[in-house]
């Protein structure tokens, strides 16, 4: 953009400038204007101004305190303003959509579940359904005060330039995802990035991590699909821009076939479908799900304020066969309990050679793995302690995530606050006036 017709290169200085000040404000401990001014090396005077345009584009407040009989204005505290900007996050898995509303200072505002089964679903009709699932989240997001801005689609799949190239579980190729999302969002000035939702997971456990936390490690996401996100110092690794494809690493040569078209891959142990086929249960119909709990079929939380809801996962139909599947294993049904343990194997087996490449300090399981932790990971354990070279595997480098299956959701939302802080300018254009 070149609003005003401004020169480019005071253009580019006028967006460097307001991100390099927002991110400073972004990073806590209650700077100053002053304070930012002497961190970022910029006169008192511009960065006072920077923080003009900030605060009056609802990016920052300012907390001044009473002058208490001193002279000259008191150096206000700045913070991110929880009332302006929001990340929104959508998620089409194979078996629900997902939407969270993240405000900026990263606290999820609004979190709304469907199911849907959309495995085989025409591409274009899942995405315009996401978009309007979507726009209900932002609209309710706009209710509690906060103005939606970053779309970020996350979804089970191979993705390059915001389309998905290829999606196995969803039998989807070649899909202009971005595309077809904003048709479901209608008149709404948002602008739209599609990921993979196993990426977006790892970014949403870094994110939640609690200060001091360790900034590598590798996130596994059990789904349907069984996805990877590699973390170093905190960012994520993408490769050649398709890593993290572990739920097709072959762990039995010789093994049933896979979506994918080869034999022996992860998922045909480990994805959700596997688990529950190898524990005799229906993973379709409601009535072989014994006491699962009923639930709606939409769930939805608001949050006022800068307030966070809780991480577990909405009582959304779609988890209902993995809860029937722990509470059998907790019973000690046979059937749960032997299809939980070679899973848990042929997790090991997969991920002991991730860690013998990319020794990363820590393995996070999350996704439906979570729920599933106390029978997953005595078989996971073994293998990792078997086979990790030389000797050098510990049990406690082995974590579980407490978002759940809100991770790849929360990571989304987080991922469009992220991008409103590396370039605020581009949020104070679009949300400008249209003259």
């Known amino acids: 953009m070149n609003g005003g017709g401004q020169p480019a290169s005071k253009q580019s200085m006028r967006r460097h400038n307001l991100a390099l000040v927002l991110r400073q404000v972004a990073a806590g401990q209650s700077a100053s204007r002053a304070t930012v001014a002497a961190r970022v090396g910029l006169t008192k005077a511009t960065v006072s101004s920077l923080v003009e345009e900030l605060r009056l584009a609802g990016l920052v ?12 204005r ?40 469907e199911r849907a089964d959309n495995r085989g679903r025409d591409a274009e009709e899942t995405l315009y359904t996401a978009g309007r699932l979507a726009a209900r989240a932002c609209a309710a997001a706009r209710r509690a005060g906060l103005t939606p801005v970053q779309v970020t689609l996350g979804v089970p799949g191979l993705v390059h330039d915001d389309k998905v190239l290829h999606a196995p579980n969803l039998d989807w190729r070649h899909v202009p995802a971005a595309e077809l999302l904003v048709r479901g969002l209608g008149r709404q000035r948002l602008a739209v990035s599609v990921d993979n939702e196993a990426n977006l997971a790892a970014i949403g456990e870094f994110q939640a991590r609690p200060a001091g936390a360790g900034a590598s490690f590798l996130y596994v ?69 014994g006491s699962a709990p009923a639930a709606a079929a939409t769930a ?39 299809a939980l343990a070679v899973a848990g194997r042929a997790l090991g087996v997969a991920l002991s050679g991730a860690v013998n490449l990319l020794d990363p300090p820590e393995v996070v399981i999350g996704g439906i793995y979570a729920r599933l932790a106390p029978w997953l990971i005595p078989g996971l354990q073994v293998q990792l302690h078997e086979r990790v070279t030389s000797g050098r595997w510990r049990s406690d480098r082995l974590q ?26 581009a949020y104070i254009d679009l949300t400008s006036p249209v003259l």
Do not use: K
Not at 74 to 95: I, K, R, Y
Not at 243 to 266: F, K, N, S, Y
Not at 274 to 280: C, D, G, P, R, V
Not at 305 to 334: H, K, M
């Open 300 to 338: 939805t939380r608001t949050v006022g304020g800068s307030g966070r809801p809780a991480l577990q996962d909405p009582p959304t139909e779609a988890n209902a066969p993995v809860e029937r599947l722990a509470a059998l294993a907790a019973e000690g049904d046979e059937a749960a309990v032997r």
């Open 61 to 72: 407040i300012e907390h001044v305190p009473e002058n208490q009989g001193r002279v000259g």
């Open 221 to 289: 996401s059990g789904e349907i699909g069984i996805g990877a996100g590699l973390m170093v110092d905190g960012t994520l690794f993408r490769g050649g821009g398709f890593a993290g494809e572990i739920g097709h690493v072959t762990v039995l040569p010789d093994g049933p076939e896979c979506g994918c078209g080869a034999r022996g891959c992860l998922e045909r142990y480990a994805g959700q479908d596997a688990l529950l086929e190898a524990a005799a249960l229906d993973t379709v119909s409601a009535t072989r799900l």
């Open 400 to 425: 579980v995530s407490g978002l759940g299956t809100e991770a790849a959701v929360r990571g989304a939302a987080g991922a469009g606050v992220q991008e409103i802080l590396r370039d605020p300018s």
């Open 74 to 113: 008191p150096g206000g505290a700045l913070a991110l303003n929880p009332q302006g900007a929001a990340g929104v996050g959508v998620e089409v898995n194979v078996d629900y959509t997902a939407v969270c509303v993240a405000d900026l200072t990263g606290a999820p505002r609004v979190r709304l579940t």
